[in-house]
T-cell receptor, first 110, second 112 residues
């Protein structure tokens, strides 16, 4: 069983839709959770960072962590074609090494 | 603009060749990482380093080695390239502590 599971998609939505991206994990020691966005032929870039359970909002993006269910989500409101990318979740158990999901490919159609 | 620079975007090598992938960061980060990214498998950690001349094996170190002689530079070496090492290779760096990674743009390596 992988440490982090993520649906690869692709997920295709119309412009303006609310997008929900999710990851599940097995290690209850994970406390730090991140979302990265990766455009085609580029390296991933850090999008959101949360610690422990709860919500964090940044503009159109909301990251949510439910440690009791070992489930994290990234919501994108008013999605734009420029949001089309692969989204990777990552998590850490208090050491320098992060565990990554395999990524969900999102396509926002104009 | 802080960044991680990987020396090549695309590389084609022959089976059995020794291959060097170079990565340089200008953020004075302590930690550096090498990942490979394959469809359906996501990011897999090959090696990482917490300090100059230090290295730790990741999840898939077989067939690879690394070198970190200077803080800003972390090299990945494929001792004898094989076709199953065809992949996208990503270098990343971070500060010590729980901080996000800064990734390079990647090197797409094809071994023929």
């Amino acid at each position: 069983q992988k440490e982090v599971e993520q649906d690869p998609g692709p997920l295709s939505v119309p412009e303006g839709a609310i997008v929900s991206l999710n990851c599940t994990y097995s290690n209850s020691a994970f406390q730090y959770f991140m979302w990265y966005r990766q455009y085609s032929r580029k390296g991933p870039e850090l999008l959101m960072y949360t610690y422990s359970s709860g919500n964090k909002e940044d503009g159109r993006f909301t990251a949510q962590v439910d440690k009791s269910s070992k489930y994290i989500s990234l919501f994108i409101r008013d999605s734009q074609p420029s949001d089309s990318a692969t989204y990777l979740c990552a998590m850490n158990d208090n050491f320098n090494k992060f565990y990554f999901g395999s990524g969900t490919k999102l396509n926002v159609k104009p | 603009d802080v960044k991680v620079t990987q020396s090549s975007r695309y590389l084609v090598k022959r089976t059995g060749e020794k291959v060097f992938l170079e990565c340089v960061q200008d953020m004075d980060h302590e930690n550096m990482f090498w990942y490979r990214q394959d469809p359906g498998l996501g990011l897999r950690l090959i090696y990482f380093s917490y300090d100059v001349k230090m290295k730790e094996k990741g999840d898939i170190p077989e067939g690879y080695s690394v070198s970190r002689e200077k803080k800003e530079r972390f090299s990945l070496i494929l001792e004898s390239a094989s076709t199953n090492q065809t992949s996208m290779y990503l270098c990343a760096s971070s500060r010590t502590g729980i901080y996000g990674y800064t990734f390079g743009s990647g090197t797409r390596l094809t071994v023929v």
